[in-house]
């Protein structure tokens, strides 16, 4: 449809109000009025180093650039240079911000991209994160006030911006209802609103500073007793277990077989996964772990399962470091922390029975 000469101007003199917006924070430190346009907001954002991009509600704006049916679809990470590749998008060039939220976008909720060096805690009361918080604060002490948000939904959700410890982060062990959020994910960033009340999302002021001694701790997975069915599973290992599934018993299914006759809800579901609509197995489908805070926890592309959140027993998947399960491979992570050996002995004495 073509753009109207009202639209066009309209847009050219939103887009001119943001640029001079934007040099105002910029040069004299301006302070943003409630009233403001939120794609000032969203300039402001990204003028303090936020990776941002639009949001319909909670979720991407910008329509995939592939379609379904494009063997790209969930497999690009932005390398074919178009927008539409969710949180991939999110930028802190002011011309493209500028061209969103003066164009197509105008209006739309502020989606902002962990910065690299930041775990985020989210709160969600919804899920039980209030009762699990108040029992880390008894045993541990009060959560520090830290930089963050209030969600718009009105129920106390909260997210703790925090300075990342180094290794790998889970929340496996901050109880119901308490995720983290890192780099490969995203927040909705004030003042957006909430798309079921209606209410802004408010920043919480305050520094953002290491977390306390107590909560970096709980953050680090725990580590396993050293053993040889917890240990880290190597290449060596992996042909080890694909051998001895194949030929060790004489009996069992191959794995290629299991792969081909299990479905992701045989393998997820007794997990306390669930599908975000379809069957989960087709290409595409979308799956959330129990205690999900996000519209997606995992997608399956290819017949594999790729994982986006830190808060589970699997590796997350990175643009850089692409990353997906077999099914077999999420049945032994699942059930066998990982020792692909002992979980390929199991199913082949199961079908040996």
């Not at 927008?83 to 500028?98: E, F, M, N, Q, S």
């Not at 209006?107 to 930041?118: E, L, M, Q, T």
């Not at 594999?304 to 643009?319: C, G, K, Q, S």
Request: aromatic letters at 6%.
């Amino acid at each position: 449809m073509p753009i109207l000469q009202a639209d066009t101007d309209t847009i050219t003199s939103r887009a001119e109000q943001f640029i001079a917006e934007a040099t105002a924070i910029k040069m004299l430190d301006a302070e943003l009025l409630d009233a403001t346009d939120i794609g000032t907001h969203a300039i402001a954002w990204a003028l303090q180093g936020v990776q941002v991009f639009s949001l319909r509600g909670k979720t991407p704006a910008i329509p995939s650039a592939h379609p379904a049916g494009d063997p790209l679809r969930g497999a690009c990470k932005g390398d074919c240079g178009r927008h539409g590749h969710g949180v991939l998008d999110a930028t802190t060039d002011l011309p493209t911000i500028v061209a969103w939220w003066s164009g197509r976008y105008a209006g739309h909720n502020i989606g902002g991209r962990v910065p690299a060096n930041i775990v985020v805690v989210d709160v969600d009361p919804r899920s039980g994160g209030d009762e699990s918080l108040a029992a880390l604060e008894r045993q541990h002490g009060r959560m520090p006030d830290a930089f963050g948000e209030i969600s718009g939904r009105g129920d106390g959700g909260r997210h703790y911006w925090f300075r990342a410890p180094a290794g790998p982060l889970s929340s496996s062990r901050l109880g119901r209802g308490i995720d983290i959020k890192t780099h490969s994910g995203y927040v909705v960033l004030p003042p957006s609103i909430h798309p079921d009340t209606g209410r802004p999302y408010e920043k919480v002021d305050g520094p953002i500073t290491p977390p306390p001694a107590w909560l970096a701790g709980l953050l680090l997975p725990e580590q396993p007793k050293p053993s040889t069915s917890t240990r880290a599973m190597t290449p060596a290992t992996a042909r080890t277990a694909h051998d001895f599934f194949n030929t060790g018993t004489g009996t069992g299914l191959s794995i290629e077989k299991f792969n081909e006759n299990t479905s992701w809800r045989d393998v997820l579901e007794p997990h306390g996964w669930r599908p975000v609509g379809g069957d989960g197995d087709a290409d595409g489908a979308r799956w959330l772990h129990p205690t999900a805070t996000s519209s997606t926890s995992a997608s399956v592309r290819g017949g594999r399962l790729y994982i986006y959140t830190p808060n589970t027993d699997f590796d997350v998947t990175e643009a850089s470091d692409p990353h997906g399960y077999s099914k077999f491979d999420a049945h032994a992570v699942l059930n066998h922390r990982g020792d692909m050996k002992a979980a390929a002995r199991q199913l082949a004495g199961k079908a040996a029975a």
